[in-house]
């Protein structure tokens, strides 16, 4: 069995990689990766000379008491900060194509029935296709990582301790679990769906509902916390509303507590990370596809567009 997986696990890796689709979706995520770098520094750089400038004023009104620089304590990784957005967004996407297309191309070409005539158990199967959209992913995060390493060292002139390339190898492992979660979504509809439309819309739209619609219902107490990885602290308006819905939803907005961890690992700490929530869901969506793989009727399986 396991020799079995191995080679559906290796087949997969080699066949992803060669899709156009992956390979455009991979490219923009890796370039966004090796942006974001810029990005921060760019801010750190505009806010620090804006900073001197304002001190010299103040130096030369007489003003003795002048304030801290606002990076003085700011830990090298803080410059990658946005790299949590476009996880949340590009590689969430990309990992459902990933999934998507991990079964689909049997699906389309009636492999499935061939496939299912050999002495394979569909367990060892799906087992196979999991590893191989694992193994996709993480090839992804890991590049991700040594642009990350590479970018973060030479805008800062200095090169990454191991301490804090240890903090971003444990962000891009919570990145890999944030967008399996996806991956295997991907891949359940493309086993349970009857529409090949279908089975990519789906998973699209759940990823909307995760990342847009249950975010803005967690986070309207704070406007600034859709999208932003940076944690703002000011007084805004209350609503019983919205204060009852982000009770209740905000344990189920993965996509919340991914930004909290993201921007909590970058800033070096490890506090109340929430990754329960996450590592539930994963599970869910694992076993939804060995089910969706076990109740597969391969003899009756026709695929509309």
Not at 55 to 60: F, G, H, T
Not at 125 to 153: D, E, P, R, Y
Not at 170 to 182: A, D, T
């Amino acid at each position: 069995m396991f020799f079995t997986i191995k080679t559906i696990a290796l087949s997969e890796f080699r066949s992803l990689y060669r899709q156009k689709t992956f390979a455009l979706l991979l490219t923009v995520f890796l370039g966004m990766a090796l942006f974001s770098t810029y990005i921060g520094w760019s801010t750190q750089h505009t806010i620090i000379g804006v900073y001197e400038e304002t001190v010299k004023a103040m130096a030369a009104n007489g003003v003795t008491e002048v304030p801290a620089n606002p990076f003085l304590n700011t830990p090298p990784l803080a410059i990658l900060k946005n790299m949590v957005v476009y996880v949340l967004l590009i590689g969430s996407l990309l990992a459902i194509v990933v999934g998507y297309s991990a079964f689909m191309r049997e699906r389309r070409a009636g492999m499935a029935k061939i496939v299912f005539s050999k002495p394979i158990s569909r367990n060892a199967f799906i087992c196979g296709k999991m590893v191989g959209v694992l193994l996709v992913l993480a090839a992804v995060m890991t590049s991700a990582l040594i642009i990350s390493v590479l970018s973060a060292s030479i805008v800062s002139s200095q090169v990454l301790s191991w301490a804090e390339i240890g903090w971003l190898i444990l962000f891009y492992g919570i990145s890999l679990g944030h967008v399996s979660i996806f991956a295997m979504i991907g891949l359940f509809f493309a086993i349970h769906a009857r529409s090949e439309s279908l089975a990519l819309l789906i998973p699209v739209v759940i990823w909307l509902l995760i990342s847009f619609v249950l975010p803005q219902l967690t986070s309207a107490l704070d406007p600034t916390a859709l999208l932003n990885p940076t944690s703002i602290q000011a007084a805004f308006p209350q609503s019983h509303f919205f204060k009852t819905a982000q009770a209740i939803i905000e344990p189920f907005s993965i996509s919340e507590h991914y930004k909290r961890i993201g921007r909590t690992l970058l800033e070096n700490e490890t506090n109340g990370l929430p990754v329960w929530s996450s590592i539930l869901m994963l599970i869910a969506a694992v076993a939804g596809c060995f089910a969706a793989m076990k109740m597969l009727n391969v003899c009756a399986e026709e695929m509309n567009e």
